[in-house]
């Protein structure tokens, strides 16, 4: 069965520093989206994306974060200069169609800001 | 923005037994759509019951949603201690995010 993937795993970052989270989607998905949970809390929405541009952000996705689709397959998260209270899993998620249908999850990337 | 709470926080069951979890929101949905999460892991999507349907089904699982009073509410029939996990519910409005209740921590003792 397909299943959206995201690298790294866990990934450790001295705080200022850039980092990238990959995601690689369901390959006929359209819409893709990523979301953070703090440890402990609940899921966040931070971003969805559809034909090659943002098409609904929250209030937590600001200017350090971008998502690019740099090819046909993978879907990137990157948070320009860390801060500490960025420690949490990400995770990337996909869908067919539009929030109408199921959203399938990655595994997440657990992101420590040190 | 919309968004699920789930009630109770957190269930204690033995196995064997039926686990209820209930979500209310706000606002207007398009659907409502309930996940597990084991703990550290990611999510897996359990069922999605659009807001013209009032029940479904899906093997031990049995989801109702009564969109008078915004309500959605998880059954699980039979319950295994493979069965504990967070449960969330995640509402769909007219844009492409889901909004996330807290979840409710589900502990099934064998």
């Known amino acids: 069965e397909p299943e959206v993937t995201q690298t790294p795993s866990h990934q450790v970052t001295q705080m200022g520093q850039e980092v990238i989270l990959r995601c690689v989607p369901i390959?006929?998905?359209?819409?893709f989206y990523w979301y953070r949970q703090i440890l402990g809390q609940k899921v966040e929405f931070l971003v969805s994306f559809y034909n090659n541009e943002i098409s609904e952000k929250s209030e937590i996705f600001d200017d350090q974060f971008s998502v690019e689709r740099p090819d046909g397959s993978n879907f990137t998260l990157k948070i320009r200069s860390t801060k500490l209270e960025d420690s949490a899993m990400y995770f990337c998620?996909?869908?067919?169609?539009?929030?109408?249908?199921?959203?399938?999850f990655g595994p997440g990337t657990r992101l420590l800001v040190l | 923005s919309q968004q699920g709470e789930e009630d109770p926080q957190a269930l204690s069951i033995q196995e064997g037994e039926n686990a209820t979890m209930n979500c209310s929101y706000k606002?207007?949905?398009?659907?409502l759509q309930w996940y597990r999460q084991n703990s550290g892991r990611g999510l897996v999507h359990l069922i999605l019951i659009r807001s013209n349907e009032r029940e479904k089904h899906s093997g031990r699982l049995r989801v109702t949603l009564d969109t008078s009073k915004k309500s959605s509410s998880l059954l699980i029939t039979a319950s295994r201690a493979a069965d504990t996990a967070s449960y969330f519910c995640a509402t769909g409005v007219n844009n492409n995010d889901m909004r996330f209740g807290a979840g409710t921590r589900l502990t099934v003792k064998p």
């Open positions: 606002t207007s949905i398009n659907n």
């Open positions: 998620a996909s869908s067919f169609g539009a929030q109408t249908e199921t959203q399938y």
């Open positions: 390959s006929n998905h359209l819409y």
